[in-house]
Each structure stands twice: as structure tokens, then as C-alpha cells.
T-cell receptor, first 113, second 114 residues
Framework: GENVEQHPSTLSVQEGDSAVIKCTYSDSASNYFPWYKQELGKRPQLIIDIRSNVGEKKDQRIAVTLNKTAKHFSLHITETQPEDSAVYFCAAKYPGGYQKVTFGTGTKLQVIP | DTGVSQNPRHKITKRGQNVTFRCDPISEHNRLYWYRQTLGQGPEFLTYFQNEAQLEKSRLLSDRFSAERPKGSFSTLEIQRTEQGDSAMYLC????????????FGSGTQLSVL
């Protein structure tokens, strides 16, 4: 099955700086890579996703890049704000089986005002 | 319908007792997933329903766990003879179909087994 590794586990940045979270996946057949944000005590919510036929996707201050050859993908947050503080999970979906999504272990991002 | 609803939000039980959780997905979503999340970890897949059919179960799901989705709408997850290791957040998620990838999560049921 798919295995997703995520680094770092914690990340502290000053407000206004950029934050980068990196993930690797094991199965080269995986074709969909979402990122979820989970604020303390709340449900995970999708913030951005990318399919394997695209190398980069951007949505305002958030961007995701995908390197299929190396089997890694990254989340980039620019001009960080205190409300960006949360746990971020990357995930990968293998197209076989019933399309379950495998999550990474999460990165706790703290934006220091 | 404003989203995926889970009940109860919190459940405290004694070891050996049975517990049941309920998930009401977004009404037009025919795909429903159960995940388990422990502190500091990402959600781990437990089981998947397409309409009323349970199509996949994780090896994490021991025979003490059972899930149903009798009419293809709400789902229940039952844990029999609970153990302390079952303490976790149990998350339900739903999505609209095979081509729509976005998972909508509920707020979860936090289970504490004493």
C-alpha cells in the first residue's frame, strides 16, 4: 500500500515569512495529492490539491509543487499570518482499490506574530 | 445540510464496554469513509462505503470493529469490548463521487477508554 512521509513535524516562522512542508510518497501510481489544514479541535479541511499531470498549482498565498520522478510534493505558504497556525497534512491517493487517501503524519505550523 | 455531522462529539467509556458512533454525511454524497486519528498522527483509513456497500476495510479494523451504512445514508461504527488502545478521534468523511476528489470531514468523535 501507499506510504506517505511528511517533514518537518513542527515548524515555527515569523509572521510574513514563508513556510515549506515536504512530503514523499512510495507508490509511483498515486495520482492525486491533497493538503488538509486542521486547526486545534476542528475538522481537517482541504486547502489545495494537485493531480499527477500537473507540476504546480497556486491559490493566493498557497502553492503546491509535485515532482513525480522523485515522488515528492511540497506545500508553500507565503506571507504567513497568525491564522495560518495549524496542523497541515499531506496525502496521496492510489488509483487502484477504492481510492482511499493515505495521510502523512502532519506538520504543526506556528506563525509567530 | 451544512456538512458532515458526527455524534457524539465525545465518548468516555470503561474498558470492555461497547460503543457506537454515528455519521451523517452530506446528503448527496454516496461515498463515506471512516478514519481514526491519534494525537500527533494523520488520519488512518479504517473503512469505506459506496452507497450501502462496504467495499474496503483496513487491516487496522479488528473483528471488534463493525461498520454499517444500511440505507446508503448515515453510517454507524461500533466497537465491541473496547480497549485502552482504541482511544482516539474517529473521523467520518464523505465525497460526492469517483471524479470529485474532495473529502469533507466531520468534527469527529473523541473516544476515551478508561
Amino acid at each position: 500500500g501507499e506510504n506517505v512521509e511528511q517533514h518537518p513535524s513542527t515548524l515555527s516562522v515569523q509572521e510574513g515569512d514563508s513556510a515549506v512542508i515536504k512530503c514523499t510518497y512510495s507508490d509511483s501510481a498515486s495520482n492525486y495529492f491533497p493538503w488538509y489544514k486542521q486547526e486545534l479541535g476542528k475538522r481537517p479541511q482541504l486547502i489545495i490539491d494537485i493531480r499527477s499531470n500537473v507540476g504546480e498549482k497556486k491559490d493566493q498565498r498557497i502553492a503546491v509543487t509535485l515532482n513525480k520522478t522523485a515522488k515528492h510534493f511540497s506545500l508553500h505558504i507565503t506571507e504567513t499570518q497568525p491564522e495560518d497556525s495549524a496542523v497541515y497534512f499531506c496525502a496521496a491517493k492510489y488509483p487502484g482499490g477504492y481510492q482511499k487517501v493515505t495521510f502523512g503524519t502532519g506538520t504543526k505550523l506556528q506563525v509567530i506574530p | 445540510d451544512t456538512g458532515v455531522s458526527q455524534n457524539p462529539r465525545h465518548k468516555i467509556t470503561k474498558r470492555g464496554q461497547n460503543v457506537t458512533f454515528r455519521c451523517d454525511p452530506i446528503s448527496e454524497h454516496n461515498r463515506l469513509y471512516w478514519y481514526r486519528q491519534t494525537l500527533g498522527q494523520g488520519p488512518e483509513f479504517l473503512t469505506y462505503f459506496q452507497n450501502e456497500a462496504q467495499l474496503e476495510k483496513s487491516r487496522l479494523l479488528s473483528d471488534r470493529f463493525s461498520a454499517e451504512r444500511p440505507k446508503g445514508s448515515f453510517s454507524t461504527l461500533e466497537i465491541q469490548r473496547t480497549e485502552q488502545g482504541d482511544s482516539a478521534m474517529y473521523l467520518c468523511a464523505s465525497k460526492a463521487g469517483a471524479t470529485n476528489e474532495k473529502l469533507f470531514f466531520g468534527s469527529g468523535t473523541q473516544l476515551s477508554v478508561l
